[in-house]
C-alpha cells in the first residue's frame, strides 16, 4: 500500500489530522483545567453559602461531607471587603503554588497546563476566582492536583482516542474518493499506454480522452496527440523503409549497368575518331559521378552510427591533429590554417567521432577556398559556454548558394562540388545530435562561411 498513490495518500491524510489534532490538543487541555478549576470554585461557593444559611450551625461531619463534594480542603469568601475563611480541613499540607483565574492569559493558561501534566507530585494549590452571581468580591480554594491531574489524563486519552478515529474515518473517505476520482483514471491511461505500446501501429489502441478533471483529461488529450502522431511517423517510417530497400536494390543493379557502361566507355577512348575522343571523357566522368552517387546510396542506407562513447578529451591536440591531416592533403590552392583553441580546455566527446566531423567541416572548407583560385584561411576556435562547450569552424571562401543553406543537413541535398553526394554534412549533424549537441550555420556570404558546434557538458548520450 505505501508503494501505491492512494495508500500514500491514505498515510499522509492520518498523519496530517493526527498532527492537526496534536496542535488543538494543548489548548484543549488548558480549557479543560480552567472549567475544571471554575467547577471546583463554584461547587465551593454553593457549599460556603449553604453553610451561611445556617449561621455555621453545623457540625463536622456535615463540613467534611461539603468539602469532599465539592472536592476542596477548604473555602474563603471575601464579602464586604472582609476575608472569611467558611469551610477548612485540619491538617492540611503547605500550599505549593497560586492560581488566579480572573482574566488570565491563554498563554499562562497553556503553560499551567503543560505543567500540571508533567508534575506527578501531588500538591495542595489555592485558586483565586470571582464569585458567580456576584454572591461576593472573591473566592479561594485549596485543592490537590492528584484528582485535577488524573481528570486531564483522562480527557486527555478520550481527545486522543476521538482523534484517531476521525484521523482514520477521514482518511479511509478520503482513499476511497481519491481511488475512484483520481487513482481508477490514472490507471486507465496507464492500461491505454501500454496496450499502445504493444502495438503503435495499431491506431484503434490510440487513448480516446474521457477524463472528467480538467488537469487529467489535458494530459489524456496530450497523450493522444502525441500516439496519433507516433502512429503516423510510424506508418511513414515503415514505407520509407519498404522504399528505402527498393532503392537499394535499384541502385545495386544499376551500379552493375553504370560499371558495364564504364568498361564499353573506356574502350571508346581507344577510337581514333576526333568526336569520339572528345566525347569519351565527358561520358566516363559522367558514368563515374552516377556510379559515386549509387554507391554513397548503399552506404547511406547501410550505415547507422554507434553511440557516441563519452570521454572527457583535450581538444587542442585533436584540433590540431585534424588542421595537420587536412594541410598534408590539400592540392592545389594556397589555404592556410590557424587554431585558436584553449591549452586546458577538454570537452566531453567521442575523440574518433569529433574527429570525423571536423575533418569532414575543414575539408569542405579547403575545398570551396580552392575553387576560388585565391588564397584563403580555414579556422578553428573554440570556447566554453554555459553548460558546454562552442566550436567555430572559419573559412574565408565564397560562402554558400541560398539553395544549399535551405537544404544544408538533408541528404543528397546539399552537395556543392562535381560527384559530392550532399551526406556529409547530414552525418556530421547527425553525429552532434548523439552527443547531446547541435551543428549549425552561423552565417554564409562572400566574406566566408561559419559552422558552429556545440557540445554539451554532463551529457549522457
Known sequence: MANSLSGRFLILTIIFVMLAEIFIFVPSIARFREDYLLARLERAQIASLALLATDGMIDDDLEYELLENAEVLNVVLRRDAVRQLILSTDGMEPISASFDLRDPPAWELIRDATMRIFETEDQNIRVIGEPVREAGLLIEVTMETAPLRMAMIDYGQRILILSAVISIFTALLLFVAVRILMVNPIKRVVGSMMSYADAPEDANRIIQPQGSVRELRNAEEALNGMQTQLTSLLRQRERLAQLGEAVAKISHDLRNMLSVATLVADRLETVPDPTVQRIAPKLINSLNRAINLTEATLAFGRAEEPAPKLDRIPLEPLVDDVLDNDNLA????????????????????????????????????????????????VKIAATEVDNGWCIEICDTGPGLPAKARENLFKPFSSAQKAGGTGLGLAICSEIIRGHGGKLDLKKSDEDGTVFTLFLPAGMTA
Open 330 to 377: 590539400q592540392g592545389d590552392g594556397d589555404v592556410s590554417y590557424t587554431a585558436d583553441v584553449p591549452r586546458d580546455m577538454h570537452v566531453r566527446a567521442d575523440a574518433e567521432q569529433l574527429h570525423r566531423v571536423l575533418s569532414n567541416l575543414v575539408r569542405n572548407a579547403r575545398q570551396a577556398i580552392a575553387a576560388t583560385h585565391m588564397p584563403g584561411e
